[in-house]
């Protein structure tokens, strides 16, 4: 019998991490919030027992976990073996809420669901390309941000938890991939109707089947968008209804709900993160606070008003008065006078539009930001001998694929284009007037420098110089995922993207690459 005490609070690890806060206690191992105490910051620290058969494997899942560099996976920062007779994985703190918290009050409404699971499918899609599988994935593994990011716990790790086996073959590792393609199916699935497909999972209720098979979300909650609806069934339906063809990769889960989450019979005005990431993406989300009662005891919020139906127009009043008062003969001649006002009306409102210059005027200030359609694309070459830049691959460029794109040619010997042009790029027409807010591009390599200009809003030309452009937005050393927001009020037809220095794909070679462009605003 060990004459020593359990670890508590307080207590000091490999002479840096103090231990605070027990967080969870689960298959044998223990999660712990601790302080650094060298850098001062907040880390959290899985533990197991060196003593455990499965020690060994835990460590060495860790580490392989590693190869995996999504951003969503929280980073392991230190291994420790054998520290007070426990092996440590020590990962980067997140200041977050478990799924789990927020579906156990309310579901997600349709577009934050959609964009959740796509945040998460990317994330698990990268980690299949290096053979890391996470297999434990349910909603406590998932963690929202207060600004909207989502982060993934348990990669490698939960995995190595499970009892010691035998080395993994082919189709084991093809059956790994499946096991994660349908918890993404399922993760949809409780984010739309806080159920769990199959068992009671994380606090969460069976999802209800019928003749032993699974209800679809539409079926269980009302307001259930149709896409999101029918991706959940393409991943968990054996087979799909009406014929739909199977999801049977994260990355094809991924692609399909960034175009997923709406619907015409429900108004949903939670932003997309197809766009760019907001500062107020869970305004919609149960509301969860670090401090008081259990999450599960508080109030669910409101019903938002998204949901509530729109207030009568003005013409809709006018209708509905004019036919109350039309009872009787006098309420014939109420009625012929209302009529007549509502043409005086209807006219006099035609006319200040047509007499008024400013186009920003068409513009409903009041609707919500969302993507606007790019109606042409081209290429913008001003100062090329022949005024061209592979023109035949634009369209690759707003194709909604990120394996493809629209690349510039080679330029060897200087990441500024080879000192042969002062950029080159593409120019995007969004179909009139519109207000743009900002602007997403998804590049092929980096670091890239690169700008935005707009033309005026009375332009009615595809702008083939940069002559009468006005620079909205720059951007230097960009990553491959490029966000930039412009000033309030920015309105044009034309916006150019300008790539001013190329990333460097060999030795002495430079070459840009734009993926897909994401452009968000109002019309």
Known sequence: ???????????VLAHRYELQDLVTEKLGSTTWRAHDQILNRNVGIEMLSSSDPRADHFLEAARESTSVTDPRFLRVLDLIEDEQRHHLVVREWARAFPLDQLLAQSPLPNRRAATVVAEVAEAIAHAHEHGVYHRRLTPHQVLLKESGAVR???????TALSPVGRHDSLADLQAYEQLDVQALGKLLYACLVSRWP???VDGLRAAPTEHGRLLRPRQVRAGVARDVDTVADRILGSPPRHHESPLRSAADIARTLRLSGEDEEVRDEQPSLSGISSPDLLRLDPVIRPVGPPPGLEPPRRR???YEPAPPTTMERSVERARLAAKGDRGLVLLGVGVVLLIATVLAFLVGRSTNDSPSDAIDDSSPIRILPVQRVGDFDPFGDDGEESPDLVRRAIDGKLSTGWPTSNYLGSASLGGLKDGVGLVLDLGGPREVDSVRIRLG??????????????EDKVPRSLKGLRRAAVLDGAGVDASMSLESGEVTRYLV???RKLPEVNPGSFRGEIREVVIRGRS
């Open 1 to 11: 019998m060990s004459d020593r005490r359990p670890l508590a609070s307080g207590d």
């Open 152 to 158: 993934v716990v348990g990669l490698g790790v939960t």
């Open 198 to 200: 199959g068992a009671q």
């Open 304 to 306: 938002p008003k998204a």
């Open 445 to 458: 390599g980096s670091p890239t420098d690169l700008s935005i200009y707009i033309a005026s809003p009375d």
């Open 497 to 499: 993207v300008w790539l």
